[in-house]
C-alpha cells in the first residue's frame, strides 16, 4: 500500500512540474494604441503549439478619437518554431462604439439671432476582419508582437452614412508577458 501512494504521489508531482512549464496565458499591453490615447489590453491564451485565442480591450480617454470603445475576440494559427510565436495569421470579430461630436452656427429666424450649438451622435458597429503579424518570446515569458489587421463594419451603414467607415483598422506594436 505504501507503495502505490508512493508511486501516486511521484506521479501527481512530476504531473504538476510537467504541467508548471506550459505557459497557457498571455496578457499584453499595445503600447502604441496607449501613446495615441486609446489604451487596448489583450488577454490570448495558448489552444496548442499552433494556435491560440484571445480577446482585447480598449478605450478611448482622448476626447478627440472619435471610437470610445472596443472588444474584438480573435484566433490565430502561427508558423514559427516556438509554441505559438513566430508569424501568425488571425481572424477577428469587433464591436465598436463611436460618438462624432459637431458644432456649428445655428439661426433662429424667428428671434433674429444665430447661436452656436453643440451636438453628438453615438452609435455602434460589429466588423469581421483578419490580420497578419509576428510574435516574439523570451525565454522568461516576456513578448514582443507587431500586428496588422483589418475589416469591414457590418451594420449601420444607412444611419451613419456622413461619419461612419465601411472599413476598420486593427494593430499596433503589443509587449505582454506569457505565464
Partial sequence: MKKIILITSLFI???????EGLKKNEIKL????TVAGMPEF??????N?????????????????NQKFYISPYYRYFFGKKPAAGFFVEGFAMYSTSENKYEYWN???????????TNSDKYSN???GFGVGA??????GFIFEISSGIGRNLGNKEKNEFYDTEIVG????TVGYRF
Fill in 30 to 33: 499595445n503600447a502604441a494604441s
Fill in 107 to 117: 439661426y433662429n429666424s424667428s428671434l433674429g439671432y444665430t447661436q452656436y450649438a
Fill in 126 to 128: 460589429f466588423a469581421l
Fill in 49 to 65: 503549439d499552433e494556435s491560440s485565442a484571445g480577446v482585447s480591450l480598449a478605450f478611448s480617454y482622448d476626447d478627440s478619437i
Fill in 135 to 140: 510574435k516574439w518570446m523570451t525565454r522568461s
Fill in 42 to 47: 489583450y488577454y490570448e491564451r495558448i489552444l
Fill in 170 to 173: 486593427k494593430g499596433g506594436i
Fill in 13 to 19: 508531482g512530476f504531473n504538476a512540474l510537467a504541467q
